[in-house]
């Protein structure tokens, strides 16, 4: 959470524990997953596919209700700010989820086929929430405070009420 802010106004640490939950339950059924074994193998992927949407999804509330409105707050105002437009630039939301729908290929393939992709697959998540977790809270510590700085208390609660809603109706 970023410093000084109230909850009413705070768009971002309830999505973000979200997130976060997504991340440790995905560590964990990476360390448990016999990628070996078809059935196992196919339970992770189900399961990494639809963590990976929901975080396009996240991506997606964050882009319409939340940077380009203070991308464009900040163009009425003449700042410059290219963080505020870049901030989702890098984060490979899609590769990752075409290296998930990789795996599906895998279950008519041989057992080293699969320990291979396994090892790839770790790699890539290792490397992928290296960059989540610091995007997260740069955005808690970043943004936060410049919406808090442009935009009226009552704005912000009418802001939070939206993004919340949106990740609930997905
Ligand atoms: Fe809240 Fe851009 O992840």
């Known amino acids: 959470m970023a410093p000084d802010c109230p909850e009413e106004v705070d768009v971002f640490t309830v999505p ?41 999804t996240h991506e997606q509330i964050e882009n319409k ?9 900040l163009k009425k105002l003449s700042i410059k700010n290219t963080a505020v437009c870049n901030c989702h630039s890098d984060n490979r939301l899609t590769e990752m989820l075409l290296l998930v729908k990789d795996g599906y290929k895998l279950t008519r393939k041989s057992e080293a086929d699969r320990m291979n992709y396994g090892t790839q697959l770790r790699k890539e998540l290792e490397e992928f929430t290296e960059k ?3 995007h997260m809270e740069e955005e808690e510590s970043v943004f936060q405070p410049l919406l808090m700085k442009y935009f ?6 009418q802001l939070k009420n ?5 990740h609930v109706q997905q």
Not at 65 to 73: E, F, N, Q, T, W
Not at 162 to 166: A, E, F, G
Request: hydrophobic share 40%; proline share 2%.
């Open 16 to 56: 973000h524990s979200r997130m976060k939950e997504l991340v440790h339950k995905y560590i964990d059924m990476m360390m448990n997953t016999n990628f070996s074994d078809v059935r196992n193998l196919t339970n992770m992927l189900e399961n990494l596919y639809n963590t990976f949407k929901e975080f396009k």
């Open 162 to 166: 939206t993004v919340i809603q949106q």
């Open 65 to 73: 209700y939340i940077m380009k409105r203070l991308k464009d707050k």
């Open 152 to 157: 009226t208390f009552e704005e912000l609660k």
């Open 132 to 134: 989540f977790i610091p």
